[in-house]
């Protein structure tokens, strides 16, 4: 199972990078899937903790339900739109890919009997950070996988 430390070993910079946008607000969006196929955004709060992402979902929560019927997910940290005449100054967004690996429940009140939530472990597939070059002329995509490593591509 890859976890968040893979890619700190791997890529130690790129991982730096990835963390400092994740880091930059506390909101993120996942993406799940539903029973039928199709596609589910939720609002979700995660964490790099002991060399790994993790992350809950509520008792009776759908992102739960959808999770733990097929792990797939991807979680998009917090976006900032480059401000016109100061695109280089935006720091871009990032993106993790993976299965949610089940890891037991969440308690968020040590007095209480019932779980708050099942807490999640990403195994991950995919990092990507997506930003614009020096210039702020083209788009720059780093993705990185355990099969391939860190890649860079830059389109118009």
Known sequence: MPAWK?????????????????????????ATRRADGSPRISGIECEFTDGDLRFGSMTGARKGADLMRDPRFAVHGPT????????NDWPGEAK???RAIPAGPVKTEETSEQPDGE???????????TGLNAGA?????????????LRKVERD
Do not use: Y
Request: no cysteine; proline share 5%; aromatic share 8%.
């Open 137 to 149: 002329t083209r788009l720059v995509i780093e993705s990185w996988t355990p099969e391939r490593g």
């Open 119 to 129: 807490m999640f472990i990403a195994d991950i597939t995919e990092v990507v950070i």
């Open 80 to 87: 900032f739109h480059p401000e016109d005449g100061k695109e």
């Open 6 to 30: 893979a890619i700190e070993q791997a890529e130690p910079e790129f991982a730096r990078r990835v963390r400092t946008l994740f880091d930059a607000g506390r909101h993120k969006t996942i």
């Open 96 to 98: 993790i890919a993976g």
